[in-house]
């Protein structure tokens, strides 16, 4: 493959994806905009047009400064390739160590350090500027900068070991070496599955169990029925950082727990909170997660095996800016480049992943339709919508792109029917 053919290729997917994005970004503003001096008649009896005109504000404020960013993201991936920038750090990292390996470990860990300072001024105005403008905020300086410090342990203490042996069998597990490699990524991420519930999340938040005797009987008698095993109920000190408020489960086998955030448990009653408990478990039952894992697992697998292929072929190298060593392993080198650069060539998937998350998104309000009352339910997300300032009157076509969930009017409807 010649050198120009990929390095247009790369231009041209990068240019589609940043156009495309923008101009869904654009559509969304203006049909916002559009509705926002009229709430729409199936929501009128419970949202004000304050709290309306509010979502529609905090929404459009929030897209533009993904514009913003995106635009952003886009010079730093050309400045890191084709502007040599990954050529210019290995070159300099090579200058601190012979060893090969340390070597290469050092360019992955400097590149994600890089990546995450550039990114902190749009995580810091996110935070401190967009969500404190409309009440959502109650983060402070010391804790954003707590949580930053232990994810930066926590990604060394289980990144580098995982990086360290990936590159080990790049190196001596031969042409197969992608094979061992997924394997290992996929011991790696189920072992956080089980160990994320006990030992990674109360490093960040406090879990309390549940208080509230009836609550947690009528939970568990809803967890007995939909043939849920869990472990515990618990809450979640969410409004330490934000006012949004969610429930969910998580872990597998003896450490399968229930989660509430402490804000959810202060809006929504026993029977709402029961309603939007029962459509999570509806994706238990329904085994969506067990399904999104199989095929987060597949297209790893693929992944890797396009980068066993690719991490041989100079021009990969060459055409995204970077000239391969001659005298050491590209390994990092090839890793680095092939997430740097899949999203741009995939982003057209977009629409086909939110197409069946809304799927199972349905499925499982039918689910919960069946187990507890879909009134509440519908009470429930209404109160939650009006909350979180969701946007109940987003442009179709953004919506189609992006929604993991139904937008809120056809959501409603599609549990009214069920009433």
Known sequence: MPLTTLTLLFVAF?????CVRQWLAMRQIRHVASHRDQVPPEFSPRIGLASHQR???????????????????????VALTLLGGLQAIDLAVAQLTSNDLLRQLLLVGSIALLLGVLGL???????????????????????????????????LILGAPLAAAIFWLMASAGSLWWLWAWGLWTAFNLLLLFIFPTFIAPLFNKFTPLSDPDLASRIKQLAQRCGFALNGLF???????????NAYFTGFGKSRRIVFFD????????DEIEAV?????????KRHIVKRIVLSLAAALLFFAVLGWLAQQPWFYEGLGVLPRLNGRNDA??????????????????????????????????YAASQSSPEQLVSALVKL?????????????????????PPAAVRIRHLTQHA
């Not at 979502?55 to 991936?77: F, H, K, P, Q, S």
């Not at 105005?125 to 342990?153: C, H, Y």
């Not at 804000?263 to 026993?270: I, P, S």
């Not at 090839?334 to 992943?353: D, E, G, R, S, Y």
């Open 14 to 18: 990068l240019v589609a994806d940043l």
């Open 55 to 77: 979502a529609a504000d905090y929404t459009a404020a929030r897209v533009r400064l993904g514009m913003l960013e995106r635009v952003y993201d886009a010079g730093i991936l």
């Open 121 to 155: 001024p749009f995580t810091l105005w996110r935070q401190f500027k967009l969500e404190a403008r409309f009440g959502f905020n109650r983060m402070t300086p010391g804790l954003f900068a707590s949580d930053l410090v232990k994810g930066i342990l926590l990604s």
């Open 235 to 245: 809450v979640m000190d969410g409004s330490r950082r934000s006012a949004h408020g």
């Open 263 to 270: 804000t959810l448990l202060a809006r929504l009653n026993a």
């Open 277 to 285: 408990l029962a459509h999570e478990l509806g994706h238990f039952a």
């Open 333 to 366: 080198m090839a890793l680095l480049l092939f997430f740097l650069v899949i999203p741009v060539f995939t982003f057209m998937l977009t629409p086909i992943a939110s197409w069946y998350s809304r799927r199972d998104e349905f499925e499982a309000d039918r």
């Open 385 to 405: 919508y009006d909350d979180n300032a969701a946007t109940l009157t987003p442009d179709p076509v953004h919506s189609a792109f992006y929604d993991g969930h």
